[in-house]
């Protein structure tokens, strides 16, 4: 009979009641309760206020636990990215999904119908006519409708169209098929640039709100209940700001669409909230770091360079990794917790392979071991997501409180 470690099953995953610090094989993705609960009512408490909907961009984590949490505190819907992210979010009760891209070949457009058929509200983008007739055809020959909203980009951006003249062209395109309804518009201030980005976020929204006004007044929207949705993770109050003092909600309803909020980042988006809170002093407290990833020490090979067992494969790294608290693996010095913090003062990872990163050592880190167990921050919590198939949900002792799976 085999001996099952403490802390993990049989698969040598982790179980309920583990500690990080002894058990659970690392490196381990570690997403703490409580700033977890608190961004997910910090960012519907925004949308609220600003008197918008909130469906939140479910690319960021593909984890069907946390798509729950989000709904069941408030969220109107879930943004997804493809149509497979759709069907795994359909699949584990997310019934509003808006996919923020074109419906692009038959085999998407056959994943898509099979969802419209099985009761989900969905919605789509469209920017060309090329797309706007295949979707047409498609959905008319499945005896199905299909919500599409029209998408309005930026010069040199990605996609959508380019002007007010495109969009009202493509509209009339829509009205012509009888498969599609025009449900409103769509856009993505995160691909707007400029020398003054806060000014050119404003134009952008400026021109989303202008463009659904036109359309209206045109006949051309085609649902009683259309909507207007913009907004990323950085630019959110912006956006907000832009749709509540136009007053749409007469006739639109504002959707904002935020996803690395809800665990943060020690990077990108915390720079980003720091522009964030100096435009909304009001807001005060933000949003707060909740994903954190933990590995040991594996080699002290010279003097002042530490190799830890992290790579590429276990965080993301579009920036590297910030070192952020150092533990000892099941600490039983005299004395001391088992969730005693360390430093890891001075500290640098100014490598990232695979599987080790690289860490510079300041020259009075004479206590570090092999075996010690290292917390790092990331940015951009989508490209570390996207590496695990599990998660632990875990408190302030650092004790395992549930297991997230992903459905990547």
């Known amino acids: 009979m085999s001996t099952i470690f403490q802390g993990v099953n049989e698969k040598g995953m982790p179980q309920t009641g583990a500690s990080l610090l002894s058990g659970v094989s690392l490196p381990a993705a570690a997403i703490f309760e409580a700033p977890l609960a608190h961004n997910l009512a910090w960012m519907q408490r925004f949308a609220d206020s600003h008197h918008a909907r909130f469906a939140p961009h479910g690319k960021t984590t593909m984890t069907p636990t946390l798509f729950k949490r989000q709904l069941d505190a408030g969220a109107w819907g879930v943004t997804l990215a493809t149509a497979p992210q759709c069907q795994a979010a359909f699949a584990h009760g997310v019934e509003r999904l808006l996919l923020a891209n074109q419906l692009i070949g038959a085999a998407n457009m056959a994943i898509v119908a099979e969802l419209i058929e099985a009761g989900a509200d969905f919605y789509c983008v469209v920017d060309s006519t090329a797309n706007v007739q295949a979707l047409g055809r498609f959905f008319a020959e499945r005896g199905l409708t299909l919500k599409v909203l029209i998408e309005l980009g930026v010069m040199g951006g990605r996609c959508g169209c380019r002007n007010s003249e495109q969009v009202s062209e493509l509209a009339r395109v829509i009205d012509g098929e009888p498969a599609l309804q025009l ?219 549930e297991v997230l799976e992903t459905v990547f």
């Open 183 to 401: 449900a409103g518009i769509e856009g993505y201030e995160g691909v707007v640039y400029g020398d003054n980005p806060e000014r050119c976020i404003r134009d952008y929204a400026n021109q989303l709100v202008e463009i659904a006004q036109m359309l209206h007044r045109d006949g051309l929207i085609a649902v009683s209940d259309p909507i207007i949705t913009a907004s990323g993770s950085a630019w959110y109050d912006l956006i907000a700001e832009a749709f509540d003092e136009a007053q749409l909600r007469e006739v639109f309803t504002p959707v904002l669409r935020p996803g690395c909020y809800v665990v943060h980042d020690h990077g990108l988006y915390h720079e980003a909230q720091q522009g964030v809170l100096s435009r909304r002093p009001d807001l005060q407290e933000g949003l707060r770091p909740a994903l954190e990833v933990f590995a040991q020490v594996q080699s002290l090979p010279e003097p002042g360079l530490a190799i830890v067992a992290m790579g590429k494969r276990d965080i993301g790294g579009d920036r590297l990794p910030m070192p952020l608290r150092r533990y000892r693996e099941g600490d039983r010095r005299e004395g001391k917790r088992s969730d005693e913090v360390l430093t890891v003062s001075g500290w640098e990872v100014f490598k990232l392979m695979d599987q080790h990163a690289f860490v510079r050592l300041p020259e009075d880190a004479e206590d570090v071991q092999v075996g010690d167990i290292v917390a790092f921050g990331a940015s951009h919590p989508c490209l570390t997501f996207d590496k695990w198939r599990r998660l632990c949900l875990v408190d302030a002792r650092l004790n395992v409180k």
